[in-house]
């Protein structure tokens, strides 16, 4: 990630505008302030963040009168940062807004690092990261342990979804079969569907339906595997375009898009945006790698040299674990290529002059 020199000109322009959005800022905390002042604002309730746009937010009310209700809302500084899925407390105000006064305790954090690795929170409360993949486009499994290992970092349990299964022909079953296995040995649950109308949608499948009920969940996973019509079969009235949704450049993603929180008619929610259907593919650090393998992470720290790098150094713990077959033949390569793949980019990024 390049960063380009700017000149006097165009810092002084930056600076102006920064300290513009600061005054901005500051008075609209004023007025928010005054009006809590004069309490021209309605009792302290229930809400949740279901979008959130720069300063404003939509929240949703969950009880009393306007339970149900959509109001925009500001939120007074000292509330720290917002994101879609956090519950909060809001107090009515004029004109069907509202202003939040609290943040209630996430029970999870999804964060994803912005265009300078900081990591930034996306969406909060979310109770397990949905990883789709298909018989096509071919599963890799070095894509999908990069998914997993970021869902351990997050700290959000990780589910498999197998779509398509209506293209499980006899050239892909055993293979598909074998890297499935590979996945529940490891404890990550693994649920079939098909979002094809006509091949078992997602409303006639219970086990599916039972993995998103009641639950907030989010959908991961390459493009084509068909995230987008699983969403549309849960969200029939949503005009979610399928086939794509995707920013992402060349140059890595930009995505603007907020991220929505949608109540499913089965009972559950779901929280969507772009930028969360590419979760995962930032860079890591080889520690983070070692971490987000289940099966590594007790070894960390065993290894006989503390720097242990783990390509035949004696005494390496990953290795012998490799070796006696705790760790499977599949998922030592992709250990070794995603280890190998982040210090290639990291290599790069660094050599890049714009
Ligand atoms: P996304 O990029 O992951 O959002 O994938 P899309 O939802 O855009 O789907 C990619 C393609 O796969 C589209 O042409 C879909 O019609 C197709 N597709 C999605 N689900 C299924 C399925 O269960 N079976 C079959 N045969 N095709 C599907
Ligand atoms: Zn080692």
Avoid at 48 to 56: E, K
Avoid at 68 to 95: E, F, M, S
Avoid at 265 to 276: E, H, Q, R, V
Wanted: hydrophobic content about 35%; some cysteine.
């Amino acid at each position: 990630m390049a960063k380009r020199r700017l000149n006097k000109q165009q810092q002084w322009r930056i600076e102006k505008i920064q300290a513009e959005r600061t005054q901005r800022a500051a008075r609209k905390e004023r007025s928010i302030d005054r009006q809590l002042e004069a309490s021209e604002l309605g009792d302290e309730q229930a809400g949740l963040v279901i979008a959130h746009f720069g300063q404003q937010l939509d929240v949703e009310a969950r009880e009393g009168e306007r339970a149900g209700k959509v109001l925009r809302c500001y939120a007074r500084a000292n509330v720290g940062n917002l994101v879609t899925g956090d519950r909060v407390v809001w107090r009515p105000a004029a004109d069907d807004t509202g202003v939040i006064v609290a943040r209630q305790e996430r029970a999870s954090l999804l964060q994803r690092p912005d265009n300078f690795g900081q990591l930034k929170p996306v969406a909060a409360n979310i109770d397990h990261i949905i990883l789709v993949i298909a018989p096509e486009p071919e599963p890799h499994h070095n894509l999908i342990d990069r998914y997993l290992v970021a869902a351990e970092i997050t700290e959000i349990p990780a589910v498999i979804l197998l779509n398509k299964c209506d293209l499980i022909n006899d050239r892909n079953r055993e293979q598909l079969e074998t890297l499935l296995a590979r996945y529940q040995a490891l404890d990550y649950p693994v649920v079939r569907t098909a979002a094809r109308p006509g091949t078992g949608a997602p409303e006639d499948n219970p086990e599916f339906e039972a993995l998103v009920r009641d639950r907030t969940s989010v959908f991961v996973g390459q493009s084509g595997v068909g995230k987008s019509s699983i969403i549309q079969t849960l969200l029939p009235n949503e005009s979610l375009r399928v086939g794509g949704l995707s920013e992402s450049t060349g140059k890595g993603t930009h995505t603007t898009t907020t991220a929505r929180l949608f109540h499913l008619a089965t009972g559950g929610d779901l929280i969507d945006s772009p930028g969360i259907r590419e979760f995962g593919l930032w860079h890591m650090t080889p520690q983070e790698i070692e971490q987000g393998f289940r099966e590594i992470r007790p070894l960390i720290g065993h290894c006989k040299f503390r720097n242990c790098r783990h390509q035949g150094e004696p005494g390496c713990a990953i290795e012998a674990a490799a070796a006696d077959g705790r760790i499977s033949p599949a998922r030592m390569q992709s250990f070794r290529r995603i280890l190998y793949d982040m210090a290639e980019q990291q290599a790069r990024g660094l050599g890049v002059v714009e």
